[in-house]
């Protein structure tokens, strides 16, 4: 791999940080045109010609011809010519804004290579792309992966009792949106993807608050998930048998209490109430919530089991279908939060909001309270 001299490197850091300022005509429409991996290289070798009309023509060819060229635009990114790196980096984020996932899928890839360049301003101007557009990343990462048969749920940071517990509410917070991201992922029976599709879980941006659960018997070891998670920071990997549709009061006391119980869940449906205290799964006495839990893990989707709980001083047996993890798309908290920032746009003096500051839509980073 060729190394940038010293008398280079400024230029060089100069030309990456305006980089995203010259912008292709054509971008997000890149298509895959028939050009040869011949005339790529020529077009590469335009990149840095005395006449700029010719650079900029090389520049502008290379955005219309897709995935067939990353190969040869992740070589010359790493250039000793400023320029020819320059441009090469500018055509793969355009190509990374194509409609085409093979080519958006591609020039990701490509982009995390670089980030292991031994080339700093290299390494510098792939992280820059890709923290440019790590919103888009991330709902295309949404997008695969409920492609692929997965379950995602977008929450905000009212969610999680950890998070509360972490977020300070100011003087004006109550009255303001809050930032929707992805929060729960379920890989059900459904998940076509296998362990390999779970690498787009890096181009999630938000993950201090990202639960994964993965379903027995979707395909996915637990141990390769689990694996997986300890490179991603903050990422918490969780196993689950079948769905039963009911939440159990946290804390330490040794009973499984129900709490609540999901609209129209295999629970619900069976006829379990809040502030029924299950006693046993089948045979096996139940303690704690999470005792629960493990035991679920030893089912099938689809298997009836015996529930028995004790309710107003009587022990009743509920027969109960076990089924599919199912969650709607958004928390409610989500849902509210996506209504107040419409309400916000059409009215910005009823909050008190900065016409400027009002975000283009509820996934905007600019929902989070600072």
Known sequence: ?????????????????????????????????????????????????????????ATRQLQQTG??????????????????????????EDLFLSDDPATFIAVDDALNELMDSTQGMVVVAASQIL??????????????IRDLGGTVQYGTIEDSYASQQRFMMGPTSRSRPFEVYP??????????????????????AHRDDLTLYVVRGNGVPLADAQALGATLPN??????????????????????????????GPAMQAGLRPGDTILKLEDKKVGPFQDLIDQLKEYEIGQTVTITVRRNGETKALEVVLGEWKMSDYSDNAQRAIEQTEQIKSNPRALDTPPNSIPSDPF???????
């Open 131 to 144: 923290a440019r557009h790590m919103l888009l990343r991330e709902k295309r990462a949404v997008q695969i």
């Open 235 to 264: 990422l918490n990997v969780l196993e689950r048998g079948p769905y039963l549709g009911l939440v159990g009061r946290s804390g330490d006391q040794p009973i499984c209490d129900v709490d609540d119980v999901a609209p129209d």
């Open 1 to 57: 791999m060729n190394h940038l001299s010293s008398k280079s490197l400024p230029c060089f850091a100069l030309l990456i940080l305006s980089a995203s300022a010259i912008a292709s005509d054509d971008q997000g429409n890149v298509s895959t045109s028939s050009t040869t991996p011949a005339e790529i290289a020529h077009l590469i070798q335009q990149l840095e010609h005395p006449d700029f009309s010719q650079r900029e023509a």
């Open 364 to 370: 905007d980073d600019r929902l989070i309270e600072k």
């Open 67 to 92: 995935e067939i060229a990353i190969t040869a635009l992740l070589e010359a990114s790493q250039s000793q010519s400023p320029e020819v790196a320059t441009r090469s980096l500018q055509v793969l």
């Open 183 to 204: 929060r729960i992922i379920i890989l059900g029976k459904k998940w076509t993807g296998g362990l390999e599709a779970l690498k787009y879980l890096r181009w999630l």
